[in-house]
């Protein structure tokens, strides 16, 4: 959504100033964060910013959704 002046806001505006603690609050409740519908995002935004591959967050989501290849 556009603020006052016009401008859209990038997703990084949404992440809080610390991203670290916010990426381990999210990957220590990724079972909870993979049902919601931004969780997939939420998840890989934590996983980057923890160094942690994005094979873990794919299992996460076929886990939670039960989709397997």
Known sequence: ???????K??????L????TTWAR???????EVAK???GAW???ESAKELGLPEEAVDEVLRRVHGTGE
């Open 1 to 7: 959504m556009p603020d006052r002046r016009g401008r």
């Open 9 to 14: 806001r990038s997703l990084e505006d949404l």
């Open 16 to 19: 809080p100033e610390d991203k």
């Open 25 to 31: 609050d999210i990957w220590a409740d990724r079972q």
């Open 36 to 38: 919601l519908p931004s």
């Open 42 to 44: 939420m998840l890989r």
